[in-house]
């Protein structure tokens, strides 16, 4: 079915001038030298669901160093980066695109990095995730725009199922289990019914995943145009908690992000992340930390949420905006953020918001060279001062640098 299939009017349909001429010139420098090359994955995909198309994925059979300088050289464009495993990227016309040389992959052990062989695009095409990501388009040799669907990815695009290719697929990358579902929810697809058997199956396997490429799977799933359905799966199919066992102690996960949504207008990938670190204890989030091979700013804002959550069980409506200024400030804005979403008790929520939208903000209007000007020594004594006017500010005792000063010369009066 697929052989008769041409997508050349399509491509030059959807792709921007740039891209076209791009796709051009990568067909014309592959024919140059006699190298047949395609257009891969994610690219057709979308092509077919007259979707925007983002990144350009292109495999040649055989040597990809000269494909890239020629087609680099012709362009004006650089060959930013390639390595022993034959993989190339090429900046031209202001885009980044990626070059590889059609393999074969085989894995020795689950989650091991495959073992990779030079193959033709047929290999290529079965050694990837689901059907639906296993489909190339031909530029070079004529005719160019042919489909090559040899896994029915087609059929599965109409269908609306997301399938993996064998029942091995998510133990030789479990990374795959993250992948299906986001994919499952972004285009509005079911997992095929074997697949989700396979991926219940194989929730395991997620062991064998190194903290980096989780974490990086992760991320990709909070920069997701829509994360939350993706994240409601993870949390109901029992991912999150495979990825680290006390997540799934908590059931509520999913209500959790309704109102992460409800409290917060223009959520970010760290309030996603603040949002996951939320139910556990301190030791627990030290053990997601280590698992997902968090950086510093990661690690921070995990352990920013779980102080702030602790820290609202003794905020009351007594504690004043300066108390609770001192406990929130130098922690991270997403945590105070997420805390104060996810709170339960009307007075911390309401204290949490303020800091977070007014009082994290305000500082004296006099700096430490005023009151130095003021007859103050250099020396801890100005930073006392500094904080009891943030004091004043926070309560709403003072409005000017007038009053400031006035606050000044009678605490130096004081005995
Ligand atoms: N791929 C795979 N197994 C993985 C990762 C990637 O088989 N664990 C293959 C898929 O064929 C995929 C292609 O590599 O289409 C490119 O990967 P990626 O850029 O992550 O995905 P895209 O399909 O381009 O999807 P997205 O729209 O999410 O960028």
Known sequence: MSDS???????????????????????????????????????????????????????????????????????????????????????????????????????????????????DIQDDLRRRDFTINAMAVRLSPEPSGKLLDPLDGRRDLSAKLVRVLHPGSFRDDATRILRALRYEQRLHFRLEQDTAVLL?????????????RL??????TFHEREPRPILARLAHLGVLGSLHPPL??????????????????????????????????????????????????????VRDTVSTRHFATELTSSASPAAVYRRLSGLSL????????????????????RYAEEWRKVRPLLTGQDIVKLGVAQGPQ?????????????????????????????R????
């Open 5 to 119: 299939v041409n997508l050349k009017a399509k491509l030059e349909a959807h792709l921007s001038p740039d891209q076209v001429t791009l796709l051009r010139e990568a067909a014309s420098a592959a024919r140059s030298l006699s190298r047949p090359l395609y257009l891969v994955g994610g690219v057709v995909r979308d092509l077919l669901m007259d979707q925007p198309i983002q990144d350009i994925d292109l495999v040649v059979e055989g040597d990809v160093t000269l494909l890239a300088r020629t087609l680099a050289e012709n362009l004006s464009g650089d060959v930013v980066a390639h390595s022993q495993f034959n993989t190339a990227k090429v900046d031209i016309l202001g885009q980044s695109i990626d070059i590889v040389t059609a393999r074969h992959e085989t894995y020795r052990r689950p989650g091991a990095l495959p073992t990779v062989k030079p193959g």
């Open 200 to 212: 219940r199956r194989d929730l395991s396997m997620l062991d064998t995943i190194g903290g980096h």
């Open 215 to 220: 974490r990086r799977e992760l991320a990709l």
């Open 248 to 301: 799934a102690r908590n059931r509520d996960m999913e209500s959790m992000l309704a109102r992460l949504h409800h409290g917060i207008p223009r959520l970010q990938l760290l309030h996603y992340l603040a949002w996951l670190a939320y139910p556990l204890r301190p030791a627990e989030a030290e053990g997601l930390i280590a698992r997902l091979a968090m950086p510093k700013r990661w690690a921070a804002v």
């Open 334 to 353: 997403e945590a105070v953020q997420v805390a104060a979403a996810l709170e339960t008790n009307g007075a911390a929520r309401e204290s949490m918001t």
């Open 382 to 410: 100005v930073g006392e001062l500094l904080d009891l006017l943030l004091e004043a500010r926070l309560k709403g005792g003072t409005t000017t640098r007038a009053e400031e000063r006035a606050l000044v010369r009678q």
């Open 412 to 415: 130096l009066e004081e005995p």
